[in-house]
């Protein structure tokens, strides 16, 4: 019998290349990366970029970098003025391996049927606020009925805002709701084009200035309207280089632990405060009452999975997916998991 040298390849040659391939280390399989491509939020109300939380803490300290020197790998972060909806195209597009995102925009992206794992918390019980027009009487999301309200689709902000809106019965259909993105949300009630916004801390700013006032936040209603963020990867990347994610879940906690030390808040404030062009008293403001080392809290518990789980219902509720899934079912084999000590108190 006659065997092509082609056809003997594929009898021997091949799956012996396939079983070295297997056999090689992880760091042998990744040497093919260069560069992982990181995709925030940009929340900058200035020149310079800032998604707040970990990512300026991980940019300013060149924490992945650093992680990453070694083997060559470049970190390229991308900051999107489009916030979520843009992220969830570029991660469809295979454009970006990890974003750091409110809850809905990654919830979005889930449902409609990206490829993306869950790999870490990045933020809890994370304020929002009413900003309406200095004058207008208006004190409580009751008084907002049939009043043009701005709300950035897509983004943890409307999911926020429809959460707010529940806990008092009201849902969107009861304002002339107007999709805005956060900055120009902000320059049409200074011009009070609008009768209100809700948003971060930001609105302050325009307090601050008379141009604003801010009757009520999240805090106000119980907690009801509180966001999280979370750290999720492309599905590709993370299967194909799961030791490449655990080293950078182990940077991002080299963050987590500089922002939880209380007394690198201020220098927290005076960061984020610099990159975002805020004036500092916007965050001394918001953040007088929050422990940071709860707030970036990174571990994937229950109480967090919960109201995660929550969110996704909230949004097929509202109709801003098609429909629910289960949590459980996103999260990545290297998810950020809480210390055995944290999982016994949780079982109490």
């Known amino acids: 019998m006659n065997l092509s040298i082609n056809r003997v390849f594929s009898l021997f040659a091949a799956p012996a290349l ?16 260069r560069e992982i491509r990181i995709a925030v939020p940009d929340l900058s109300a200035g020149t310079q970029h800032s998604g707040g939380g970990v990512t300026d803490v991980l940019r300013n300290q060149q924490l992945l970098e650093k992680a990453f020197a ?46 993306t794992r869950l790999l870490a918390a990045t933020g809890r019980g994370i304020k929002h606020y009413l900003g309406v027009a200095p004058g207008s009487g208006i004190k409580t999301l009751q008084d907002l009925k049939g009043k043009r309200v701005a709300i950035f689709r897509g983004t943890a902000s409307q999911l926020s805002f429809d959460a707010a809106l529940a806990s008092q019965g009201l849902s969107e259909k009861d304002f002339k709701v107007i999709n805005l993105d956060f900055n120009a949300a902000v320059a049409a009630l200074a ?33 009801a309207g509180s966001i999280q963020a979370v750290l999720v990867g492309s599905g590709a990347f993370v299967d194909a280089h799961p030791e490449l994610v655990q080293r950078l879940l182990e940077a991002q906690q080299q963050a987590v632990q500089w922002l939880s030390d209380e007394s690198n808040k201020q220098a927290y404030i005076q960061l984020v405060s610099g990159l975002a062009s805020y004036p500092p008293v916007i965050l001394e403001r918001d953040l007088q009452d929050e422990v940071l080392g709860q707030t970036f809290r990174s571990s994937l518990d229950q109480p967090f999975l919960d109201q995660l789980q929550a969110s996704v ?19 990545a084999p290297q998810a950020t998991r809480p210390a055995p000590a944290a999982l016994a108190a949780d079982r109490g």
């Open 191 to 223: 011009a009070r084009q609008i009768d209100a916004t809700w948003g971060l801390s930001g609105l302050t700013a325009l307090q601050e200035r008379g141009l604003a006032e801010l009757p009520l936040n999240t805090r106000d209603l119980g907690g």
């Open 18 to 33: 396939a079983a070295v391939v297997g056999w090689l280390p992880p760091l042998a399989q990744a040497a093919a990366v």
């Open 70 to 115: 070694a083997d060559g790998i470049t970190i390229q972060w991308n900051y999107f003025k489009g916030a979520g909806p843009v992220i969830n195209e570029a991660f469809a597009n295979g454009q970006v391996d990890f974003a750091y995102l409110g809850d809905l925009a990654a919830i979005i992206g889930k449902a409609n049927g990206v490829d």
């Open 313 to 331: 219902d909230l949004a097929a509720e509202q109709r801003l997916i098609r429909k629910p899934f289960k949590v459980s079912q996103w999260l």
